[in-house]
Protein backbone atom coordinates (compact mmCIF):
# COMPACT_ATOMS: atom_id res chain seq x y z
CA UNK A 1 0.00 0.00 0.00
CA UNK A 2 1.59 3.34 -0.84
CA UNK A 3 0.03 7.23 -1.13
CA UNK A 4 -2.34 8.22 -4.26
CA UNK A 5 -0.14 10.46 -6.72
CA UNK A 6 -0.93 13.59 -6.52
CA UNK A 7 -0.98 15.85 -9.77
CA UNK A 8 -2.06 19.66 -9.63
CA UNK A 9 -4.06 20.48 -12.66
CA UNK A 10 -5.15 24.44 -12.15
CA UNK A 11 -5.67 26.25 -10.23
CA UNK A 12 -6.36 30.36 -8.88
CA UNK A 13 -6.69 32.07 -5.69
CA UNK A 14 -10.37 30.79 -5.78
CA UNK A 15 -10.55 27.28 -7.14
CA UNK A 16 -7.97 24.54 -7.74
CA UNK A 17 -8.28 21.32 -9.77
CA UNK A 18 -6.02 17.92 -8.43
CA UNK A 19 -5.76 14.36 -10.20
CA UNK A 20 -5.34 11.16 -7.57
CA UNK A 21 -3.82 8.21 -9.13
CA UNK A 22 -4.65 5.04 -7.06
CA UNK A 23 -3.24 1.87 -6.86
CA UNK A 24 -5.50 -1.41 -5.69
CA UNK A 25 -5.15 -0.79 -2.00
CA UNK A 26 -3.74 2.56 -1.35
CA UNK A 27 -5.88 5.23 0.60
CA UNK A 28 -6.30 8.63 1.62
CA UNK A 29 -5.89 8.72 5.34
CA UNK A 30 -9.35 10.20 7.23
CA UNK A 31 -8.76 13.92 7.38
CA UNK A 32 -10.48 17.17 7.56
CA UNK A 33 -10.07 21.01 6.06
CA UNK A 34 -12.16 23.92 5.70
CA UNK A 35 -12.11 23.63 1.70
CA UNK A 36 -15.30 22.40 -0.28
CA UNK A 37 -14.19 19.37 -2.42
CA UNK A 38 -16.19 17.74 -5.33
CA UNK A 39 -14.90 14.46 -6.48
CA UNK A 40 -15.01 13.24 -9.35
CA UNK A 41 -14.36 9.00 -10.02
CA UNK A 42 -12.32 8.98 -13.52
CA UNK A 43 -11.98 5.39 -12.95
CA UNK A 44 -11.58 2.74 -10.42
CA UNK A 45 -13.43 2.06 -7.41
CA UNK A 46 -12.92 3.56 -3.90
CA UNK A 47 -14.85 2.85 -0.51
CA UNK A 48 -15.54 6.23 1.04
CA UNK A 49 -15.91 7.73 4.48
CA UNK A 50 -17.59 11.04 5.07
CA UNK A 51 -18.15 11.59 8.40
CA UNK A 52 -19.87 8.62 9.99
CA UNK A 53 -21.15 7.64 6.37
CA UNK A 54 -19.38 4.64 4.21
CA UNK A 55 -20.22 4.15 0.83
CA UNK A 56 -18.78 2.82 -2.59
CA UNK A 57 -18.13 4.68 -6.23
CA UNK A 58 -16.90 4.13 -9.23
CA UNK A 59 -16.49 6.09 -12.70
CA UNK A 60 -18.95 8.62 -13.18
CA UNK A 61 -19.74 9.37 -9.53
CA UNK A 62 -19.28 12.13 -8.12
CA UNK A 63 -19.93 14.23 -4.81
CA UNK A 64 -19.74 17.16 -2.36
CA UNK A 65 -17.63 17.18 0.87
CA UNK A 66 -18.59 19.93 2.99
CA UNK A 67 -15.95 22.03 4.90
CA UNK A 68 -14.66 20.53 7.97
CA UNK A 69 -16.14 16.92 7.37
CA UNK A 70 -13.84 14.27 8.48
CA UNK A 71 -13.04 12.11 5.04
CA UNK A 72 -11.09 9.50 3.55
CA UNK A 73 -11.03 6.79 1.06
CA UNK A 74 -9.58 3.15 0.28
CA UNK A 75 -9.11 2.30 -3.37
CA UNK A 76 -10.77 -1.11 -4.54
CA UNK A 77 -9.63 -1.39 -7.92
CA UNK A 78 -6.68 1.15 -9.06
CA UNK A 79 -7.70 4.49 -11.04
CA UNK A 80 -8.22 7.83 -10.35
CA UNK A 81 -10.25 10.96 -9.17
CA UNK A 82 -10.67 14.23 -9.90
CA UNK A 83 -10.76 16.73 -7.49
CA UNK A 84 -11.95 20.59 -6.95
CA UNK A 85 -11.19 22.57 -4.14
CA UNK A 86 -12.49 26.07 -3.22
CA UNK A 87 -10.75 27.89 -2.27
CA UNK A 88 -7.49 26.63 -3.70
CA UNK A 89 -5.42 24.33 -0.79
CA UNK A 90 -2.21 26.23 -0.69
CA UNK A 91 -0.90 23.46 1.15
CA UNK A 92 -0.57 21.28 -2.35
CA UNK A 93 1.64 23.94 -4.31
Known sequence: ??????TVLAH????MVVRFA?????????HSHPHVQS???HSGRYRF???????????????VIPSGATHGCL????????DSFTPRRDDFL
Do not use: H
Not at 1 to 6: A, H, K
Not at 22 to 30: I, K, M
Not at 57 to 63: C, I, L, N, R, T
Not at 75 to 82: A, F, H, M, P, Y
Open 39 to 41: TYV
Open 75 to 82: CLEEGELI
Open 12 to 15: APEL
Open 49 to 63: TIDDRAFEVGPGDAF
Open 22 to 30: FGQGDSGAL
Open 1 to 6: MTDPVR
